[in-house]
């Protein structure tokens, strides 16, 4: 099977792309590589499923691309036509979607609406796309369940994600494509995002620097270690539902103040508190209902946040020494990953979509003014890196 992964550079993106390759299905990722966070975490990502395609035998393209753009979407496609689109890229982020929705609009509705364009033209036979635990916004009824309502989302990124929910149920009625829409309880594990509480936490609490803790400490979260997560996603691709949500979380929440306690004693360091008071868009809980992703995808999560949070640490610390050791100006940085690319796996054939110029980092990128140019896969072949790390995007 081949299976299109969009932001498989990205967090849950590459540990789906790397679960595929590991069983040995043909796996093409499109990830347009923005500087959400740190570029060379996504670029080190990108390693790590050249690796594995290579360990395993499987196919395995990468372009760099923007999914909103639909000329090179449409490329793509007719390129490599695959059975299956997991789309998994968007801006994620609660609280940067309240400074700028315009990213988010663009990255998460405009993107998942040609993302599912291509599905109905190119014939997909499975659509699953990211949704979030955060539609169900101020919910006060628990757990929450998917058919509970979503009309009280409390962020721009939630909103967006409701939109893309609506717009896969829309094309699912017009043209009976299959779509599962997936709704993620915040997500933690190794390669995971640096702007989410686990990530800043074991960062903080380890180098002896003050967390900032918002509200009194009594929100809770459901946190789902990845590889509950990637289990969910792979039962989505192999199983086609005409149309249908999921939620996939852990069921098991923990209040802040507990969440802390975890990660010192994980991190076996106390943590210095700097009290804040609430953050706007923040929910005070997120609570999955598993009963109908457990019966129709057989989702059942095995790890406690104590043994996933020791192994986020785990990685966490060689990360860091990893870090440390090739500390060195960015570009030289982008050298080394993208030597070791050179000096290994030639038979991989990279696809390139890059854009022309770079473009301003703020004010936000208008999205129409993207431009993106592709290589011709014999160009690329010719020259199978050009480009792979060009300068960071929006
Ligand atoms: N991590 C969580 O806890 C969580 C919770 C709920 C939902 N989600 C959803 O899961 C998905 C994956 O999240 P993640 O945590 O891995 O985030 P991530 O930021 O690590 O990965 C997203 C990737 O998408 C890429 N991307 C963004 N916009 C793009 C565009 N227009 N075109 C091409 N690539 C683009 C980014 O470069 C990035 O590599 C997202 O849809 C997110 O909204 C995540």
């Not at 740190?38 to 035998?57: F, P, R, V, W």
């Amino acid at each position: 099977m081949k299976v299109l992964v969009t932001g498989g550079a990205g967090f849950i993106g590459s540990h789906t792309a790397e679960a595929l390759l590991a069983r040995g299905d043909s796996v093409v990722v499109v990830d347009e590589l923005n500087d959400y966070y740190d570029l060379s975490q996504k670029m080190a990502n990108i390693d790590i499923l050249k690796a594995k395609a290579a360990e395993t035998g499987s196919q395995f393209q990468f372009f760099q691309a923007d999914c909103a753009d639909m000329t090179s979407m449409t490329t793509i496609f007719e390129l490599e036509r695959p059975d299956v689109v997991c789309h998994l890229a968007a801006r994620a982020g609660v609280r940067p979607s309240i400074k700028d929705p315009h990213i988010y609009v663009h990255s998460n509705i405009q993107a998942t609406v040609t993302m599912l364009e291509m599905a109905r033209q190119f014939g997909v036979s499975n659509f699953v796309y990211a949704s979030s635990s955060s539609v169900y916004g101020a919910n006060t009824k628990i757990p929450f369940a998917e058919d509970d309502t979503t009309e009280n989302t409390v962020s721009p990124y939630a909103a967006t994600k409701k939109a893309c929910e609506i717009m896969a149920k829309t094309y699912h009625s017009l043209y009976k494509i299959n779509v599962t829409g997936l709704r993620f309880f915040t997500v933690y594990g190794p390669r995971g995002r640096p702007d989410m509480a686990p990530w800043m936490f074991v960062e903080k609490i380890s180098s002896g620097s003050p967390i900032n803790k918002y509200g009194d400490g009594s929100s809770c979260r459901d946190y789902t270690y990845i590889d509950d997560i990637v289990s969910g996603v792979l039962a989505s691709i192999d199983k086609p539902h005409p149309c249908e949500v999921f939620n996939l979380g852990n069921s098991q929440t923990i209040n802040l103040n507990g969440f802390i306690e975890v990660i010192e004693d994980v991190v076996g360091k106390k943590a210095l508190i700097k009290q804040l008071p609430d953050q706007p868009g923040d929910v005070p809980l997120t609570y999955a209902d598993l009963t109908k992703s457990s019966r129709m995808l057989g989702y059942r999560p095995q790890t406690s946040l104590r043994e996933g949070m020791s192994k986020f640490v785990e990685w966490y610390r060689h990360f860091r020494v990893q870090s440390q050791v090739q500390s060195r100006p960015a570009t030289s940085t982008t050298l080394a990953l993208n030597s070791s690319l050179l000096s290994s796996h030639h038979t991989l054939n990279f696809g390139i979509l890059k854009r022309s110029e770079p473009e301003p980092l703020t004010p936000p990128i208008s999205p129409r003014s993207k431009k993106l140019r592709f290589e011709s896969a014999n160009e690329t072949e010719a020259h199978p890196h050009d480009g792979l790390f060009a300068p960071p995007l929006a």
